[in-house]
């Protein structure tokens, strides 16, 4: 059972607002510090984490100093799903009570259970961003995926998808999509432009200053079968139920990267090569599975209930997902007729 700790610091000129239980199932709360200093501790689940950080957000003026904090909690004595039932004994049994046998708890909604908003607002940013280790990271993967699809070894291929931060961007992409923040949308975008385009002109330069023979590897990147189109809606759903779960995602990384480098490091290197129709299909093959990552991904996101804090942020969120769904179902139908078109002739 994932628990989290939300301290609440209401600042100088602030105060501790009262928790709403009816929204909030509080296991556990303890004030701390004195005076001007004072501050609580809340212990809750981590499907109520987002509730009661939205009930702080309406009451706490983030100008007089007031500040929350979220953090993982490993475990915790008593748990509270497990009910401490009294012993025999002291059970007192009447005859309305049907044998005094007292009712079990009810199970945990761990089902949907997710990290809070915020949270993993925040592990997306850090995540978007250019930096020196994206850019060597991207380019790194160019050359060992290249390397590996040259040499016709999958063992090095599957290297260059655990160094590949692809992951990240494409996401990001997804997720602000489903929040509506157009601004966070670009950003993403923007930096999944440019860890591809880096990849492409890498695998461009290799193509052009070396022999590239049609290897096992590099000839099935040059088609698509439905099965690579499957592993991409997999892939999409499983790095967003990661990411939203709060677990590791190096794993998962590896199977958005598996779907988007190798075809694209293939095209490059065929163009490079002027082997421009071999190129093309390569270059289809990773269109067909970036749409098929963003489309899965924000349906993902949105069934998980990820969802605006307030009213015009939703209304812009409806446009934002409904636009993005719209164009990536027709990305994807207008990328199968070309290719269906493409295997008639």
């Known amino acids: 059972m994932a628990l989290r700790f939300v301290d609440i610091h209401p600042g100088a000129t602030g105060s501790i607002p009262e928790i709403d239980a009816e929204r909030v199932d509080v296991i556990g709360s303890w004030k701390l510090g004195v005076a001007e200093r004072a501050w609580m501790r809340v212990l809750v689940r981590l499907q109520d984490t987002e509730a009661l950080v939205e009930l702080l957000q309406d009451h706490l003026d983030t100008e007089g100093g007031a500040r929350i904090v979220l953090s993982s909690v490993e475990a915790t004595w008593p748990d509270p799903d497990r009910a401490v039932l009294p012993e025999p004994s002291e059970l007192e049994v009447t005859e309305e009570d049907d044998l005094g046998a007292p009712e079990p708890p009810k199970p945990p909604s761990w089902w949907f259970e997710r990290i809070p908003r915020e949270e993993l607002q925040q592990r997306m940013d850090a995540d978007c961003r250019i930096t020196l280790v994206y850019l060597v990271l991207s380019a790194v993967a160019a050359v060992i995926a290249a390397g590996g699809l040259l040499r016709d070894n999958v063992a090095v291929v599957i290297g260059a998808m655990v160094v590949a931060p692809l992951m990240g961007p494409n996401l990001a992409f997804a997720l602000n999509a489903v929040l509506g923040d157009l601004r966070d949308m670009m950003r993403a975008a923007f930096v999944a432009a440019v860890g591809g385009a880096l990849v492409f002109v890498v695998a461009l330069a290799i193509g052009w200053g070396m022999e590239v023979e049609l290897t096992e590897e590099i000839m099935s990147r040059t088609t698509v079968h439905p099965i690579d189109v499957g592993v991409a809606f997999a892939a999409g759903i499983a790095g967003a139920f990661s990411v939203t779960r709060g677990v590791s995602t190096g794993l998962v990384g590896v199977m958005v990267a598996a779907a988007l480098v190798p075809p694209l490091v293939v095209s490059g290197l065929l163009f490079g090569a002027g082997m421009q129709e071999e190129a093309l299909a390569a270059a289809s093959l990773m269109a067909v599975n970036v749409v098929a990552i963003h489309l899965t991904a924000l ?19 409806v446009w934002t997902t409904s636009v993005s769904v719209t164009v990536w179902l027709l990305l994807l139908a207008g990328l199968v007729a070309l290719l269906l078109r493409r295997a008639v002739l």
């Open 299 to 317: 349906t993902t996101f949105w069934l998980m209930g990820l969802r605006p804090r307030d009213w015009l942020e939703s209304r812009r969120a």
